[in-house]
């Protein structure tokens, strides 16, 4: 018989002896960059503050490359970004109070759209922990208080023998399906102390897949096979689970026409017969899927944007597969499926039946030309010519990272990905400044391809410092600025409510002169030269800024009627 402690690793004699002899002058901190390291992470994003220099000095005796940005929530986006694109764990050093503070909306939307964020943040020191108010800076009563409802899970360090640990659980925390943020924190005396520990090595922290039950895929499968009409709704779980492949193949088999979330973009082929595209925000969708007598919804929670402002009332059976507990059947009475999306999607693939119906693409085709009919009625041109300009521009597998503006609200519904895992955007919590910090992130990701940044002018002006970033670091970043003078889906809202907007229009500066001033090369387009501009920026190694005058105007929304 075997136990489990038979199955303990014994240390080699090298792995003895340098237990014995662990190199001199590391402090806390080097057990925060030994772990981060031997879990796999290469590269760290953050901001340097008083408390957390322990972290920031041990990273110059590291194999890990440091991406600093200048503002904490930028810091944020940027990590965001790099896990969505790796799938890794990507660390977030950051200090105390109003450093730690200032990385809240950022940390926020990574929960929304399940980006592996580790972010790990210095505390006051030891002695003034508790709630007390000892007066020291930055201090909060309860620092964690103000991340508990944004991030996954929240891990204290009281020692520096519990660092180690407490990172590998969150580390595995951020990892676990649905993938999120995770807040450690560690005392700046703590992080300061010299220490005697031994270097940290290899540290597992693999995290569970959560499996779907066998009965309810049996169910599924079944309902699946013998429905009449049925549908799919993909969303950004599919992307994340790299499940884009096995959703292809089980739509074939079904001949099940597919729609993406705007958070799923990329998970079906965008020009595939069984394409529906990313036309959520229009009644003629929301209507066919309604019809479906079996609505299959995987890794979406079927939320606010993704139900037509909750208008969509399913009339047939659902069938959710979600890896996120807390959203299965939030929305719709369901058979829902906790599992990651790869998984159920397997075993579905596998054991539905063959499901001729020639009419299938052809349904599709009908949908999308009554879309496509409404849209043309409302004579946006502009806005197509744009985004079409912008899409002929990026080389297909490039990244494009979008901000909450008008054109970003037109991409999600009408820009073809082309690809899985290419377009992100911050619909998942909606804050403003997203685009450029992330696009950043990525390129530090994969430096192999250019990255595009779309903006508009309000939201430029939340990221413009990191302009400083882009050209300290070289990273290879076009970032497209869309100028109309204000928050231009704000004045619509406004003057379609109350007539008239107040507070939305904004003074700005020349982005490119301002672009030029941080020494990165900018122009100024027009409509018709937009796609010449813009190839020509991402085809140039390095950031660059190409800004366009434009005032664009937004669809009209169906759920209102």
């Given at each position: 018989m075997t136990h489990d402690h038979d199955l303990v690793l014994r240390p080699s004699a090298a792995q003895t002896e340098a237990a014995l002899n662990p190199p001199p002058g590391r402090n806390g901190g080097d057990l925060v960059v030994e772990t981060l390291?031997?879990?796999?992470?290469?590269?760290?994003?953050?901001?340097?503050?008083?408390?957390?220099?322990?972290?920031?000095?041990?990273?110059?005796?590291?194999?890990?490359?440091?991406?600093?940005l200048r503002v904490e929530n930028n810091a944020g986006f940027a990590a965001d970004a790099y896990g969505r694109i790796t799938g890794e764990a990507a660390p977030l050093l950051l200090s105390t109070g109003p450093g730690a503070l200032t990385s809240l909306a950022a940390l926020q939307e990574a929960r929304a759209a399940s980006a592996p964020?580790?972010?790990?943040?210095?505390?006051?020191?030891?002695?003034?922990?508790?709630?007390?108010r000892h007066g020291y800076l930055h201090e909060l009563p309860d620092q964690?208080?103000?991340?508990?409802?944004?991030?996954?899970?929240?891990?204290?360090?009281?020692?520096?023998?519990?660092?180690?640990?407490?990172?590998?659980?969150?580390?595995?925390?951020?990892?676990?399906?649905?993938?999120?943020?995770?807040?450690?924190?560690?005392?700046?005396?703590?992080?300061?102390?010299?220490?005697?520990?031994?270097?940290?090595?290899?540290?597992?922290?693999?995290?569970?897949?959560?499996?779907?039950?066998?009965?309810?895929?049996?169910?599924?499968?079944?309902?699946?096979?013998?429905?009449?009409?049925?549908?799919?709704?993909?969303?950004?779980?599919v992307v994340r689970s790299d499940a884009s492949g096995k959703l292809k193949a089980l739509a074939e088999k079904l001949n099940a026409p597919v729609v993406t979330t705007f958070g799923g973009k990329g998970a079906f082929p965008w020009t595939h017969p069984l394409s529906l595209q990313s036309w959520l925000e229009d009644r003629h969708t929301t209507d066919f899927l309604e019809d479906a007598d079996v609505l299959l919804v995987v890794g979406s929670g079927l939320g606010e944007l993704?139900?037509?402002?909750?208008?969509?009332?399913?009339?047939?059976?659902?069938?959710?597969?979600?890896?996120?507990?807390?959203?299965?059947?939030?929305?719709?009475?369901?058979?829902?499926?906790?599992?990651?999306?790869?998984?159920?999607l397997s075993v579905l693939l596998e054991t539905v039946e063959e499901r001729p119906d020639p009419s299938a693409s052809e349904r599709v085709s009908t949908v999308l030309a009554r879309v496509a009919e409404r849209i043309a009625a409302q004579e946006l041109t502009l806005e197509q010519d744009v985004l079409a300009a912008v899409r002929q521009a990026l080389p297909a597998g490039s990244p494009s990272f979008w901000d909450m503006t008008i054109l970003a609200y037109w991409a999600w519904s009408a820009f073809d990905p082309r690809?899985?895992?290419?377009?992100?955007?911050?619909?998942?919590?909606?804050?403003?400044?997203?685009?450029?910090?992330?696009?950043?992130?990525?390129?530090?990701?994969?430096?192999?391809?250019?990255?595009?940044?779309?903006?508009?002018?309000?939201?430029?002006?939340?990221?413009?410092?990191?302009?400083?970033?882009?050209?300290?670091?070289?990273?290879?970043?076009?970032?497209?600025?869309?100028?109309?003078?204000?928050?231009?889906?704000?004045?619509?809202?406004?003057?379609?409510?109350?007539?008239?907007?107040?507070?939305?229009?904004?003074?700005?500066?020349?982005?490119?002169?301002?672009?030029?001033?941080?020494?990165?090369?900018?122009?100024?387009?027009?409509?018709?030269?937009?796609?010449?501009?813009?190839?020509?920026?991402?085809?140039?190694?390095?950031?660059?800024?190409?800004?366009?005058?434009?005032?664009?105007?937004?669809?009209?929304?169906?759920?209102?009627?």
């Open positions: 390291s031997g879990l796999g992470a290469t590269t760290v994003f953050g901001l340097p503050g008083q408390h957390a220099l322990g972290m920031f000095d041990a990273l110059r005796r590291s194999s890990l490359r440091y991406i600093g964020v580790l972010a790990i943040s210095s505390q006051i020191p030891t002695a003034g922990l508790g709630g007390g964690q208080a103000s991340f508990r409802g944004v991030v996954k899970s929240v891990h204290t360090v009281r020692t520096q023998s519990q660092i180690p640990s407490a990172i590998a659980a969150a580390w595995e925390s951020a990892l676990t399906v649905p993938h999120g943020p995770v807040w450690v924190e560690i005392p700046q005396d703590v992080l300061l102390a010299e220490t005697h520990l031994p270097q940290v090595t290899a540290m597992d922290a693999t995290p569970e897949d959560i499996v779907p039950r066998p009965e309810l895929t049996a169910l599924a499968a079944h309902l699946l096979s013998s429905a009449a009409r049925p549908a799919i709704i993909a969303g950004g779980g993704s139900s037509n402002y909750h208008t969509f009332k399913p009339r047939g059976r659902v069938i959710q597969i979600e890896a996120d507990l807390g959203k299965l059947e939030s929305n719709h009475p369901a058979i829902g499926i906790h599992a990651d999306a790869r998984l159920a690809g899985s895992n290419t377009m992100h955007s911050a619909q998942g919590a909606g804050g403003l400044g997203y685009g450029f910090p992330a696009a950043l992130g990525a390129a530090a990701a994969d430096p192999s391809r250019p990255v595009l940044a779309v903006s508009g002018d309000g939201g430029a002006l939340y990221s413009i410092a990191e302009l400083a970033a882009a050209r300290q670091y070289g990273l290879n970043v076009t970032w497209l600025i869309v100028d109309d003078g204000g928050y231009g889906i704000l004045r619509e809202y406004m003057t379609d409510t109350f007539g008239q907007a107040t507070a939305t229009e904004l003074s700005r500066p020349d982005y490119v002169a301002l672009a030029e001033s941080f020494g990165v090369p900018g122009v100024l387009t027009t409509p018709g030269t937009l796609e010449e501009d813009l190839a020509k920026a991402l085809a140039t190694p390095g950031p660059s800024v190409v800004v366009l005058p434009a005032l664009l105007r937004m669809f009209a929304a169906t759920h209102l009627d």
